[in-house]
């Protein structure tokens, strides 16, 4: 059973089939109590899904993505007024790149963090409709009647007009499940799914989408236990130079040059460590790619997560050092022993606005549940903060959404100065498994 499978599974458990957790079950822990607002998704999404696409506006406005799974359904864009609690439509996926009602598969996600610039919010969009074939997701056949999915785009939202800009298209029918942005040299940068190719764009010049190719063998279109290769999840940029980073599953870091516009690795330093386990690079997995990683401004250096193992890691690329920190995964999943369910790892990592606390979304067993591997183990959700200047883990506990289940699959998180954390998750609603926005606070 391929991994998208199995993640569905366990969210599938708990969002339908699960019994509540009280208090009393997990008297012993700690419970954070989260709200959850209903953006009503359309019903022609199938419930939907999350992968990033999340951001808190300089103003406090959430903003946010659901996606969709279906051919014939795109993603959609919401905000949420932290103030009166009001969820707004923005637009349909489709429409922000004007692809309209054209019969091709549709602009399901979009899987990349947005990026705030000079009142606009930058991202990107992806496809969500798959097939699984040798057990990993695999680019689906277009069904009769339907083009096949055109690419992802390069976008703009302007905050003030609400206006949508196009700013190009990837390559080759490939989505960009990557993206960020350096802000003071105004170049956006994404890798593409699933040959992992690595583009650029310049919001100066304008002068289209520039493709570098790829240094991911055969991507996630490649055969397993050859030149199969997971795409990096986080391109991470260091505001002094512009130089891009990022990893490959072999254990390899890449640099983009922004004066040459060229690709290097990274020497001295490998993500292949034995605290991570095993790892096959050929096989599904994010192997030692770094599933989430964010740049420190203050230390100059980057906070990485390897996804199977949990282990926080310090990497100062000017110095070529590497420095393991904590395993940030949940006291339940250390007490048991158990590496946690969805071996890809988990996307929600962010550094607070204060400048040393990082926020960590991860899984867990759940209460009164004996840990176990495989599609019928269920697992929550724990938030993890990981405090650099006194280097304090704590695992602040179980999310708990209103009506007593667990929070499930979040792999999007933002963080409001006030310290509200904002994640889109399963949630369970007349018997439909749909995502929808929460907050807690810690």
Same mark, same amino acid.
């Given at each position: 059973?391929?991994?998208?499978?199995?993640? +569905?599974?366990?969210?599938?458990?708990?969002?339908?089939?699960?019994?509540?957790?009280?208090?009393?079950?997990?008297?012993?822990?700690?419970?954070?109590?989260?709200?959850?607002?209903?953006?009503?998704?359309?019903?022609?999404?199938?419930?939907?899904?999350?992968?990033?696409?999340?951001?808190?506006?300089?103003?406090?406005?959430?903003?946010?993505?659901? $996606?969709?799974?279906?051919?014939?359904?795109?993603?959609?864009?919401?905000?949420?007024?932290?103030?009166?609690?009001?969820?707004?439509?923005?637009?349909?996926?489709?429409?922000?790149?004007?692809?309209?009602?054209?019969?091709?598969?549709?602009?399901?996600?979009?899987?990349?963090?947005?990026?705030?610039?000079?009142?606009?919010?930058?991202?990107?969009?992806?496809?969500?409709?798959?097939?699984?074939?040798?057990?990993?997701?695999?680019?689906?056949?277009?069904?009769?009647?339907?083009?096949?999915?055109?690419?992802?785009?390069?976008? $703009?939202?302007?905050?003030?007009?609400?206006?949508?800009?196009?700013?190009?298209?990837?390559? +080759?029918?490939?989505?960009? @499940?990557?993206?960020?942005?350096?802000?003071? !040299?105004?170049?956006?940068?994404? @890798? =593409?799914?699933?040959?992992?190719?690595?583009?650029?764009?310049?919001?100066?010049?304008?002068?289209?989408?520039?493709?570098?190719?790829?240094?991911?063998?055969?991507?996630?279109?490649?055969?397993?236990?050859?030149?199969? !290769?997971?795409?990096?999840? !986080?391109?991470?940029?260091?505001?002094?130079?512009?130089?891009?980073?990022? $990893?490959?599953?072999?254990?390899? @870091?890449? +640099?983009?040059?922004?004066?040459?516009?060229?690709?290097?690795?990274?020497?001295?330093?490998?993500?292949?460590?034995?605290?991570?386990?095993?790892?096959?690079?050929?096989?599904?997995?994010?192997?030692? *790619?770094?599933?989430?990683?964010?740049?420190?401004?203050?230390? *100059?250096?980057?906070?990485?997560?390897?996804? +199977?193992?949990?282990?926080?890691?310090? @990497?100062?690329?000017?110095?070529?050092?590497?420095?393991?920190?904590?395993?940030? =995964?949940?006291?339940?999943?250390?007490?048991?022993?158990?590496?946690?369910?969805?071996?890809?790892?988990?996307?929600?990592?962010?550094?607070?606005?204060?400048?040393? =606390?990082?926020?960590?979304?991860?899984?867990?067993?759940?209460?009164?549940?004996?840990?176990?591997?495989?599609?019928?183990?269920?697992?929550?959700?724990?938030?993890?903060?990981?405090?650099?200047?006194?280097?304090?883990?704590?695992?602040?506990?179980?999310?708990?959404?209103?009506?007593?289940?667990?929070?499930?699959?979040?792999? $999007?998180?933002?963080?409001?100065?006030?310290? =509200?954390?904002?994640?889109?998750?399963?949630?369970?609603?007349?018997?439909?498994?749909?995502?929808?926005?929460?907050?807690?606070?810690?």
């Amino acid at each position: 059973m391929n991994i998208a499978t199995i993640f +569905r599974s366990v969210v599938l458990a708990v969002t339908l089939g699960a019994p509540l957790i009280t208090l009393a079950q997990a008297a012993d822990a700690p419970i954070l109590r989260a709200t959850v607002y209903n953006s009503h998704l359309p019903e022609a999404s199938k419930g939907g899904e999350a992968w990033n696409g999340i951001t808190v506006a300089h103003d406090g406005t959430v903003y946010y993505v659901l $996606s969709s799974p279906e051919y014939n359904s795109a993603g959609q864009m919401y905000s949420f007024n932290p103030k009166t609690k009001a969820v707004t439509h923005i637009a349909d996926l489709n429409d922000v790149v004007g692809q309209g009602k054209t019969k091709a598969v549709a602009q399901g996600k979009s899987h990349v963090s947005f990026v705030e610039h000079k009142g606009k919010l930058y991202f990107s969009t992806h496809l969500g409709y798959y097939k699984h074939a040798e057990g990993v997701e695999r680019t689906a056949d277009a069904p009769d009647g339907y083009a096949p999915y055109p690419g992802g785009h390069f976008v $703009s939202y302007d905050l003030a007009t609400g206006k949508f800009e196009n700013l190009g298209i990837a390559p +080759r029918g490939e989505g960009i @499940i990557t993206m960020n942005l350096d802000t003071q !040299r105004e170049r956006l940068y994404g @890798i =593409t799914w699933p040959t992992g190719h690595f583009l650029t764009y310049d919001l100066k010049t304008r002068s289209g989408i520039k493709d570098l190719g790829t240094l991911f063998h055969g991507g996630e279109t490649g055969e397993l236990g050859k030149d199969y !290769r997971s795409i990096c999840r !986080r391109i991470v940029i260091d505001p002094r130079d512009g130089t891009a980073y990022f $990893s490959t599953p072999d254990g390899a @870091i890449h +640099r983009y040059h922004y004066d040459t516009e060229t690709i290097d690795t990274l020497d001295g330093i490998t993500l292949k460590k034995d605290y991570f386990g095993t790892l096959d690079p050929t096989q599904h997995g994010m192997a030692y *790619n770094w599933r989430a990683a964010v740049w420190d401004p203050a230390k *100059n250096v980057i906070y990485g997560v390897n996804g +199977r193992s949990g282990y926080l890691f310090q @990497i100062n690329p000017n110095a070529g050092s590497f420095k393991l920190l904590e395993r940030l =995964t949940s006291e339940p999943s250390k007490a048991s022993g158990m590496l946690d369910q969805f071996e890809y790892g988990y996307l929600g990592l962010v550094l607070a606005a204060d400048g040393h =606390t990082l926020y960590y979304l991860t899984g867990a067993p759940l209460p009164g549940k004996t840990p176990a591997s495989g599609p019928g183990h269920r697992e929550g959700a724990h938030l993890i903060t990981y405090d650099l200047a006194a280097h304090k883990y704590q695992d602040h506990g179980l999310i708990l959404l209103e009506n007593g289940q667990p929070a499930s699959a979040p792999q $999007s998180l933002a963080v409001a100065e006030d310290g =509200t954390v904002y994640t889109l998750c399963y949630v369970a609603r007349a018997g439909r498994r749909v995502i929808e926005l929460i907050s807690f606070h810690p």
